[in-house]
């Protein structure tokens, strides 16, 4: 089976820009959730869809938002871009396994803010 | 959500068996016990996870405490691909994964 693919890999926006990042999960897969990887901050969870529905959400501004679409492929946007945006966003679908779900990231987004 | 401490960092030489800890003591009894691993520019791995007994897999095992305030991966022998940022993760619920600051496993040729 392919892995969870994300598009693009690179990406370089301004402050006030908007940008929309795309996941396309493991094929099977109905719940994918969102991360956002920075060096300050560590690995922090945005939100998870599944079956078109948010399930999660973590704890960022209205200005990160997603979506899902009924073939499961996610899409994150950032609106009003800020320096601090720039990080690596990672997606994540989810195989329900052994009582929990098991999480399969892809290689990420990395999104610099200029 | 239950929170894991774990150490900063360790080492381990090459083909060696590696054990890393993780406190949980805040554990509550539906919390699963999952650990991923981050290599170098890559996106986290999940590696393996538990509720109550000890677990083994290709990659590792998880040994997991009586009373499930502490659990160890262990890898069996070290090689120089283990090299990464190991995480311990409760989790109760789907989907939502809390990261802490994970181990940072060197591997010693």
């Known amino acids: 089976k392919a892995g969870v693919t994300q598009t693009p890999r690179y990406l370089i926006k301004t402050r006030g820009q908007q940008v929309t990042l795309s996941c396309s999960p493991i094929?099977?897969?109905?719940?994918v959730s969102w991360y956002q990887q920075t060096p300050g901050q560590g690995l922090q969870f945005l939100f998870e869809y599944f079956s078109e529905t948010q399930r999660n959400k973590g704890n960022f501004p209205g200005r990160f938002s997603g979506r899902q679409f009924s073939n499961s492929r996610s899409e994150m946007n950032v609106s009003t871009l800020e320096l601090g945006d720039s990080a690596l966003y990672l997606c994540?679908?989810?195989?329900?396994?052994?009582?929990?779900?098991?999480?399969?990231f892809g290689p990420g987004t990395r999104l610099t803010v200029l | 959500d239950a929170k894991t401490t774990q150490p900063n960092s360790m080492e381990s030489n090459e083909e060696e068996p590696v054990h890393l800890p993780c406190n949980h003591s805040t554990i509550s009894g539906t919390d699963y016990i999952h650990w991923y691993r981050q290599l170098p520019s890559q996106g986290p791995e999940y590696v393996i996870h538990?509720?109550?007994s000890n677990v083994n897999n290709r990659m590792a095992s998880l040994a997991i405490a009586e009373d499930r305030k502490s659990s160890t991966l262990i890898l069996h022998r070290a090689t120089l691909r283990d090299a990464a940022v190991y995480y311990c993760?409760?989790?109760?619920?789907?989907?939502?994964?809390?990261f802490g600051q994970g181990t940072e496993l060197s591997v010693k040729p």
């Open positions: 538990g509720l109550t």
């Open positions: 994540a679908s989810a195989l329900w396994r052994g009582g929990t779900d098991t999480q399969y």
């Open positions: 993760i409760l989790i109760n619920q789907g989907g939502k994964l809390i």
């Open positions: 094929s099977g897969h109905r719940s």
